[in-house]
């Protein structure tokens, strides 16, 4: 695709079928061709299968799906070892690392864990320690929740996405209150509401990301492009502030 | 690539569309915080965009108090009138004759907004006869909120609104709002000329209206954004990318919603034309 415009990384997206919306197949080919259709270079992708049947099995098939494709960089999803499902924490982050994972992916509501809690706790210390960043939804926190975690591992990146239009009350305290949690543009949808976390807290707490495929890429590029912003922090937004973020697992490591 | 997505990735305003607005509002609103809720800050954004022109209602007016509301939103036309039209919001709760009366020949407003979830009345209640009434003799037309599954405004009580007044045009708030609920419009959309479906929400994609175009009859399909409630990029940009003919997109963005806003210009030429008849 030929355009000029700032490089897009999507923090955000997801390969695989889902069971109640049409998105087809959920296959490498297909993932590529939204890319391009949105003018998206990389993305880092999760697996379906991880989120809504098995973490370990999602986890294993989506390093092979991704493997070759150097635009899609993969993202597990956490359990807390409690049960042993995705091993240690020790032995899961590092298969992860021995995989080329470059972030992980909580659901806590969907999986049935308390986040803060003590259950997650060694396998939050694991992943700050390999200094892969934490995703999360909106819908699977909250945000007093987002907070202790952050406080409790400073060294742990959290990018919440998911917002919708009606936390800023919520997000602002949050922000305020700690440096290491960061926003992603999936459905980050107040009037105005980029323009203002921009203004208030800096550039750098905001990270490009779809919600692909079941959100519209169209959403995120035309927020962040017709966006009041000027070109550096779109820059910074579409892609900069995501390479920072993996970087910190490359040093990690 | 179409010269709005052309426009976008340079990130300048697009111009070669007139872009119309179905579905806006301004105003805060009492369950979260909107930045910038009043008329300038979206005037700037339509200008950012390249937006024309937007129709809306004022939070006050569909939240909780319709006289109040309805003036407020006539200051929001009055803040920049040649980019924005008011729609008369009508609360079953609220004296729906005397707003009608009040405002129903002020040219600030365009349309006629119904809220029924909001208001917890039933769109086929008794009490929006007056509107019907109005929406049918003058040709105004009349946005309602839908939502699939709600007891108050679901699309067969859209059908049945249609039946009853079938020369009435009643916009499809978010056209049924869920992946379930756009399946549902379509289906009234393609049985009642009458019904547009408006495409704002958190859940529309733009394959889902491309679909929505492609199944019922050109101009049934128009772009809304409910901004400042959601931030007008976001509804916008589905329609952007969406698989669409360029007459089907400059529909949908604005020509059919430009026509629906003529009624007061039809209705005077034809009380013209009777004074002149012998």
Redesign the interface.
Known sequence: ?T???PVLIDADAMLGRHP???VGAGGVAEALASMD???ISEALVGHTLSWLHDPHTGNRALLELVAGQPRLLPCWVMLPDTCAETGTSAEFVSAALAGGVRAVRAYPVDHGYDLAGVDATPVLEAIARAGLPLLLDAAQTTWPQVEAVAVAHPHLTVVVGGL??????QV?GVLARTDNVHLGLA?L????????LVERFGEQRLVFGTGAPT?????????L????LD?GA?SAIGGGNLRSLLRKKARAA | MNPLTSALWERRPQHSLRIVDAHAHAGPYSLFFIPEAGPAAMVRVMDRCGVSHAVLSSHLAIQLDAAAGNAATAAVVEHAPDRFTGYLTVNPWQDPVGELEKWGDDPRFGGVKLHPDLHLYPLTGRRYAPVWEFAQRTGCPVLTHTYEGSAYNDLPMVEETAIRHPEAVILAGHAGATPLGFDAAIEVAQRRPGVVLEVCGSYNTGADLARMVREVRPGQVVFGSDFPFIDLRMSLGRVLFSDLSDDARAAVLGGTMTDLLQWRDSAQQARSSQVVAP
């Open positions: 695709m355009r000029r415009g109640a919306r049409d259709r949105f003018g919708g239009y009606r936390v800023l009350r602002a459905n949808s107040s009037h105005c509401g980029l323009e203002w959100r519209d890429p169209a959403e995120a590029v035309t927020r492009l017709w966006s009041e070109d779109v």
